[in-house]
């Protein structure tokens, strides 16, 4: 099969090692790798695209617990089937071996920061710009155990499935073409992006930045989904304090 030489575009045979053009060695592997990669990432962000797409019109059209309960399913199912692409190198992402007592009192101490920073500052803005509030424990109220769902939507299904498609597949489909930097802020903005707020991309995409950034460091997914976990705990943990108070406050 003819392909073109990488280095001058000039057309070599598909089991040649060295162009005949400028002499430069053809790595086929690595080219096949990036161009799988490439069309992976775009895949991907396709799919989640118009999964949020749809999840917001059918919330917004009829939002009830069973419609809630199917979105979290699809987004799970779609998830495993990326991540089936590239199985033995996220499981390798389930290690300890890099954590130690200090990235771990930052996994701790950080979500805490983000966590009363993201709360005000984000419900500020709300009620300045939109004159509303979005406590999650009032859109779920009139479902039965609206604690156990709150936590199974915000503080489980994300953090365990989130950081797994993002930090995990996505991030090391990117790896195969882009350079650290440019995979950390890509997967960020795709992280942001499909959260489908605009408000909530001004905090999504630097978290997003950060959870990467731990990802690439460390080599694990354990520590981005401790931040994630604590960071969505407290901000529900603050919405049912005000709840409870009858203060509407934005999640």
């Not at 009192?105 to 500020?124: D, L, M, Q, R």
């Not at 073409?177 to 959260?195: D, G, Q, R, S």
Request: with cysteine; glycine share 4%; aromatic share 22%.
């Amino acid at each position: 099969m003819d392909i073109p030489c990488p280095h001058c575009k000039k057309t070599v045979f598909s089991l040649d090692t060295y162009c005949g053009q400028c002499g430069k060695k053809i790595n086929l592997q690595k080219e096949k790798k990036e161009k799988s990669g490439l069309q992976l990432v775009i895949a991907f962000y396709l799919t989640y695209l118009v999964f949020a797409i749809v999840s917001f019109a059918l919330l917004t059209e009829s939002a009830s617990l069973i419609t809630e309960i199917a979105i979290e399913a699809v987004f799970i199912l779609l998830t495993i089937l990326f991540c089936l692409f590239d199985h033995e190198k996220i499981l390798a992402l389930y290690n300890w071996q890099r954590i130690n007592w200090k990235n771990l009192t930052f996994a701790f101490a950080f979500p805490v920061f983000s966590a009363i920073v993201v709360y005000y500052s984000v419900g500020w803005i709300n009620e300045l710009i939109f004159f509303d509030s979005n406590n999650v424990f009032y859109e779920y109220e009139e479902y039965d155990d609206t604690i156990f769902w709150v936590l199974i939507f915000y503080t489980v299904i994300p953090p365990i499935f989130e950081e797994l498609a993002f930090r995990g597949f996505l991030f090391n489909q990117l790896r195969a073409f882009a350079n650290v930097p440019v995979t950390i802020l890509a997967t960020a903005f795709i992280f942001a992006l499909i959260h489908f707020s605009l408000v909530s991309i001004l905090w999504i995409f630097p978290f997003g930045i950060v959870l990467g950034y731990l990802r690439y460091k460390y080599n694990t997914l354990w520590l981005g989904m401790i931040v994630h976990f604590i960071h969505n705990f407290l901000v529900v943990g603050m919405d049912y304090y005000y709840y409870q108070q009858d203060t509407f406050l934005v999640f």
